[in-house]
């Protein structure tokens, strides 16, 4: 299997920044695009930004100029700085991970991968 753990959530005040990280374990062959989505309560989960193996870059146009996705492939871990937060930021953030796993046999599997996810509350 591949696990997902995320880290650095927490409460902040508006303006102020956090960063999150995910790290990528397990019987990993190789990982393409990885990428952090969130969900508020009630509403439906988005994606944040993602990055793909090559290094290009999506936002959310909500958090472009904010947000800054990077990786280091050689720990298999994607992160996430978060500045100028802002109430409307406050959400569950989960990571995931496009990634091709070994599997019993010598075979390889793709495979779409979650991390449960860490809490992020922006209020003064």
């Known amino acids: 299997q591949v696990q997902l753990v995320e880290s650095g959530g927490g409460l902040v005040q508006p303006g102020e920044s956090l960063r999150l990280s995910c790290a990528a374990s397990?019987?990993?062959?190789?990982?393409?695009?990885m990428g952090w989505h969130r969900q508020a309560p009630g509403k439906q989960r988005e994606l944040v930004a993602s990055?793909?193996?090559?290094?290009?870059?999506n936002y959310a146009a909500s958090v472009k100029g904010r947000f800054t996705i990077s990786r280091d492939n050689a720990k298999n871990m994607v992160y996430l700085q978060m500045n100028s937060l802002k109430p409307e930021d406050t959400a569950v953030y989960s990571c995931n991970a496009v990634a091709t796993r070994y599997y019993s046999g010598g075979h390889l599997y793709t495979g779409d991968f979650w991390g449960r996810g860490t809490q992020v509350t922006v209020s003064s």
């Open positions: 397990g019987s990993i062959f190789s990982i393409n695009a």
């Open positions: 990055m793909a193996s090559g290094g290009s870059t």
